[in-house]
């Protein structure tokens, strides 16, 4: 498992006399980690100031979806195609960018793509490239765990129920009766994820 962090930039408000906080990243350690240092003080007094030390995989800054797919993404893709299971999880509190990361339908095709479409880019150019050598089927499922209970995005019914997780030989661990959708080409994916994108459930 690899852990990454995404730092929005942050914004010093106020005077020199105002509390401030500013982060850097040192480079990576002889445990190949890199540390974020967040530190925050009262205006210039070094005295007041405290210091909190995070390590992680990787640490971003300034890097563009382009760069966070491939450094992220790229890995992933491989391995998922090497035949192991894959995943790519944000968390983060609201606001932080987990979405904008990951990606919004609408940015689909533009600058702003998440790494998500990206990595089904990625995907199919792969498949392309060995479709002399192996044959694959790709189906994709959209479902979001919402207050701890599982929903189908891509079912017809717009007030489907719940879904239950169950194991089995064939399958693994999987939503029972979760729509699949076979897609044939990248196009065919990213319209699964335009349409599951636009019927997440939101908090009231």
């Known amino acids: 498992?690899?852990?990454?962090?995404?730092?929005?930039?942050?914004?010093?408000?106020?005077?020199?006399?105002?509390?401030?906080?500013?982060?850097?990243?040192?480079?990576?350690?002889?445990?190949?980690?890199?540390?974020?240092?967040?530190?925050?003080?009262?205006?210039?007094?070094?005295?007041?100031?405290?210091?909190?030390?995070?390590?992680?995989?990787?640490?971003?800054?300034?890097?563009?979806?382009?760069?966070?797919?491939?450094?992220?993404?790229?890995?992933?893709?491989?391995?998922?195609?090497?035949?192991?299971?894959?995943?790519?999880?944000?968390?983060?509190?609201?606001?932080?960018?987990?979405t904008f990361t990951l990606g919004e339908p609408s940015n689909i095709g533009s600058r702003d793509e998440g790494i998500s479409a990206r990595m089904l880019r990625q995907l199919y150019r792969e498949v392309e490239a060995q479709h002399e050598r192996f044959a694959y089927t790709l189906c994709a499922e959209y479902l979001q765990v919402y207050l701890e209970k599982v929903y189908d995005l891509l079912s017809d019914s717009d007030d489907s129920p719940a879904l239950s997780i169950r194991e089995d030989k064939t399958r693994g661990v999987h939503a029972h009766r979760a729509t699949s959708v076979v897609v044939d080409d990248v196009e065919a994916a990213l319209a699964v994820q335009r349409r599951g994108g636009g019927r997440v459930r939101v908090p009231p």
């Open 1 to 98: 498992t690899l852990v990454y962090v995404r730092v929005r930039p942050l914004q010093l408000r106020g005077t020199a006399g105002d509390s401030q906080r500013a982060l850097c990243i040192e480079a990576s350690g002889a445990d190949g980690l890199q540390t974020l240092v967040l530190s925050s003080g009262h205006g210039t007094d070094v005295a007041s100031s405290t210091e909190s030390r995070y390590s992680f995989h990787r640490a971003f800054e300034s890097e563009d979806h382009e760069e966070l797919a491939d450094i992220i993404g790229s890995p992933l893709v491989a391995s998922v195609l090497n035949g192991y299971n894959g995943s790519l999880l944000a968390y983060g509190q609201t606001g932080a960018g987990k």
